[in-house]
């Protein structure tokens, strides 16, 4: 459940700024996939393309994401996705940048070997250019494990040790928490302790992620027991979930290791 908070929030780090600032960055150095992340960041902050934004005090920036998302997608092929970013960025703010990249995507060409594409070069070795979930990874939130019980450590070293194992994994791209804190705190929400399907869907749409993990942990006579599973954001269906049991406390660490490797296969 996703509850409105009063007013009086504590101002959480990473503006939309920084994130499209660390995106740039990263494209500069041909960081893809780091890039493609901080730019889908900085939209669920700001969503709008625009020139001369200001940003804190007398600061400005052109700020494009949709434009440089849609420069991406189709440097790796991905031409229906580079279509509706580029559309849209056109429809927010009219660039010449856009409107040749969007003709591009339409013929279903992208840049050559040395071509400039979005704000800087960053051609992709050709070994990358697999598909956009091949390289960008799929945006994964790792929502807090729900602890069933008095004792709230094993399901926070659970949540965790999940968000530390999927961070490794080259098929997701992992949200973290405190991303998660600053679009609650944008949105002046706070979530319940005990999150459905429903809600999960909710919270990983708001930080355009496509799947999101949930579960809980509770000790059940002699065992700790612990439930997770993954839902599909644009389906709301829960694609996939099991249960990982162990005697000893101890052994927590190792068992949402475990539900890693589940969801990692």
């Known amino acids: 459940m996703l509850l409105l908070l009063g007013s ?13 600032g660390q995106a ?5 150095k041909r960081m893809v996939r780091e890039a493609f992340n901080a730019y889908k960041n900085s939209v669920c902050l700001r969503s709008a393309d625009k020139s001369s934004v200001r940003t804190y005090g007398m600061h400005f920036v052109d700020y494009f994401p949709h434009r440089e998302l849609g420069a991406l997608f189709l440097q790796v092929g991905d031409f229906a996705k580079a279509v ?4 849209q960025s056109l429809r927010m703010e009219p660039s010449q940048q856009a409107r040749d990249l969007l003709a591009a995507a339409r013929r279903g060409e992208r840049p050559g ?3 400039r594409i979005g704000d800087a070069e960053r051609t992709l070795p050709e070994e990358t250019r697999g598909g956009s979930a ?6 994964l939130a790792v929502l807090d494990i729900e602890s069933v019980g008095p004792d ?3 399901a926070e070293v659970a949540g965790e040790t999940l968000r530390t194992e999927l961070a490794g994994s080259s098929n997701y791209y992992v949200l973290e928490r405190k991303f998660l804190q600053k679009i609650l705190d944008e949105q002046r929400l706070q979530m319940d302790p005990v999150v459905d399907e429903s809600t999960a869907v909710k919270i990983g749409r708001l930080m355009a ?3 999101v993990i949930l579960g809980s942990m509770a000790n059940v006579g002699s065992r700790w027991v612990l439930n ?4 599909d954001v644009e389906t709301g269906r829960t694609v996939s979930g099991k249960s990982f049991d162990t005697k000893n406390l101890t052994k927590v660490h190792a068992l949402a290791k475990k539900a890693a490797a589940f969801f990692d296969r």
């Open 8 to 20: 009086g929030l504590a101002h959480a780090a990473g503006d939309w700024w920084d994130y499209y």
């Open 24 to 28: 740039q960055a990263f494209a500069k």
């Open 84 to 87: 509706k970013e580029l559309e």
């Open 113 to 115: 070997q040395e071509g």
């Open 134 to 139: 091949a390289v960008f990874g799929r945006r």
């Open 152 to 154: 709230k450590a094993p």
């Open 209 to 211: 992620a496509e799947s």
């Open 228 to 231: 997770v599973r993954m839902v």
